[in-house]
Antibody, heavy 118, light 107 residues
Framework: EVQLLESGGGLVQPGGSLRLSCAAS????????MNWVRQAPGKGLEWVSA????????YYADSVKGRFTISRDNSKNTLYLQMNSLRAEDTAVYYC???????????WGQGTLVTVSS | DIQMTQSPSSLSASVGDRVTITCRAS??????LNWYQQKPGKAPKLLIY???SLQSGVPSRFSGSGSGTDFTLTISSLQPEDFATYYC?????????FGPGTKVDIK
């Protein structure tokens, strides 16, 4: 059974940093693109970042480019999102999601809440 | 960036109704269009990928169609568990933008 478990969320001050983790199990982690998608309170979904199975191809939304860094450790089956220079508008539930056919997202974690506030 | 729009933004329907949601891309995305269902407090669930392919385990009352810029999600007979918000997403290019969502609630 595929499982994705995010952790690392919490309350952080504007300008601060946070690192999210997503522990994956139940599939060959290194063979799949992995993504981060976020959802601000009461709002829609926003794709944040993606990385190929090897980590050699990486993509970001313009809203986080230069501030967030996606990475993965295939030996630990874990996806990361390093978030720096956090802003109030980064407040959201952050989901990790597994890539699927047509670059769809077939499995999602339960999400971790990041709150940026002083 | 490719912009995605959905219509309607919300709709009220009854159990057994046929429901159609439309998604439009700002440029040609071939068939790189996915549909997700999200219930309050839960992660999204993939329903349809590549415009018309039903994800494993998803009931056959869900179907998708379209190509290019215009796409449709149809629920042939709405069930109580289908009341949720539905999002389209293009996966033709990055950033992989989502539509704003369509909330389906009970009439």
């Amino acid at each position: 059974e595929v499982q994705l478990l995010e952790s690392g969320g919490g309350l952080v001050q504007p300008g601060g940093s946070l690192r999210l983790s997503c522990a994956a199990s139940g599939f060959t982690f290194s063979s799949y693109f992995m993504n981060w998608v976020r959802q601000a309170p009461g709002k829609g979904l926003e794709w944040v970042s993606a990385t190929s199975g090897s980590g050699g191809s990486i993509y970001y939304a313009d809203s986080v480019k230069g501030r967030f860094t996606i990475s993965r450790d295939n030996s630990k089956n874990t996806l990361y999102l390093q978030m720096n220079s956090l802003r109030a508008e980064d407040t959201a539930v952050y989901y990790c999601a597994k890539g699927h056919l047509g670059s769809s997202l077939d499995y999602w974690g339960q999400g971790t809440l990041v709150t940026v506030s002083s | 960036d490719i912009q995605m729009t959905q219509s309607p933004s919300s709709l009220s329907a009854s159990v057994g109704d046929r429901v159609t949601i439309t998604c439009r891309a700002s440029q040609n995305i071939n068939n790189y269009l996915n549909w997700y269902q999200q219930k309050p407090g839960k992660a999204p669930k993939l329903l349809i990928y590549a415009a018309s392919s039903l994800q494993s385990g998803v009931p056959s009352r869900f179907s998708g169609s379209g190509s290019g810029t215009d796409f449709t999600l149809t629920i042939s007979s709405l069930q109580p568990e289908d009341f949720a918000t539905y999002y389209c997403q293009q996966s033709y290019s990055t950033p992989r933008t989502f539509g704003p969502g369509t909330k389906v609630d009970i009439k």
